[in-house]
């Protein structure tokens, strides 16, 4: 017999300084990323965080609910996101997904959203009918340096044992690339490499329409859901832990000493990010301070839905890509958020929005 559970703030704080998040064949969430839900601003304390799925005392599968909102008109209006959707695969094709999702859709009167979904969960929301896809982002991604020792392999295992040789390969063109990107030298123009968002910057940002706010953002540089470590959590399917996480806030002036571009990047194992960008500037100094952060920091790519920076790092000679291909960001809102908001609505997302800051 199925049935399920809810937490909130509350609850969950219990469930795991209990240990009994742990007593399952499988963790339905992390100590941090529940400490970081717990924590989330945007989250109030009678809001369902997670669902929990049990076939009698054996938990089945979890759904997270990851609370925001929009503004509209001064008026706060609270949706959530849908993160991480699993059923143990003892336990699927029973249609516990579907009783998961039914939950959330009634925990949060069907204003609910996803994106950076797997193809496996795209065709269960499409058979359900209750969503339906807005608007995508399109974007790029951008390569600086070549990694065939981990491309090659993960696309075609059995030439696992041809890493060693791989690296070497990356060696040599890598130490190329480097020759290349010599001339890339620091920025003449002052910049702030800053650790959190810091007065100066929540003034600067407060002036941009953003669906979050500098300290919401420093909830998430705070509270991460990634952990830099070199151990993997086996026992969670969702992302927990790497080689390398770390977030930059960026801060570029011109020439007058006058901020003009503030950016949330986050690196996760050489791979970069622009999830937030607020700028009055062209980004032509913004372009310039990548390519240098890319280079000192062996930034092996980039993905980036930031459209007016695409245009401009393209439009550059200087921007150290050795290959780039086209990305789209799909996202799906449940039909009733489509009715619930104003005809028309643009919800302005950034590369950040939703939980796509955290991971
Ligand atoms: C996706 C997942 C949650 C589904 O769980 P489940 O409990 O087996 O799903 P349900 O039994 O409720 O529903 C499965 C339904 O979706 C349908 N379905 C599944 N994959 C499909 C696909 N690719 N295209 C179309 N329909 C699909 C099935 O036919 C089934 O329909 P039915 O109920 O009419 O028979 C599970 O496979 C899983 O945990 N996958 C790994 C984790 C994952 O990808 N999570 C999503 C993160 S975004």
Redo the contacts with the bound molecule.
Sequence with gaps: MIHLKTFNKKQLGEFVSSGDFKKYDFLPITAHRAQSHINNPKANDDQTLLILAFDDDNLA?YIGCFPDNFIIDGKIFNYAWLS????SSN?????????LLQKAFEEYHENLALT?????????Y??MGTFEYIQPKVGKRYYFRTDLATIIPSKKPKTEHLQPLLSLGDSVLNSLISVKNCFIQKPDFKFEILDKIDAESTDFISKFYSNRNAEELNWAIENPWVLESKNKEENY?FSSFSESFKYFWIKIYDKKNTLKTCALLFVRDGHLKISYLFSISDLEQFVTFLSYFIVKNKINSLTSYQTEFNKKAESMNIFPNIHQRNMERRYMFHKQLIKNLPDHFDPHFQDGDGDCVMT
């Design positions: 599968g991480t959707l699993y059923v336990f699927r094709g029973k249609r516990i997904a579907q009783s950076e979904f797997t193809k496996e969960a795209e065709g269960l499409n058979k399917l």
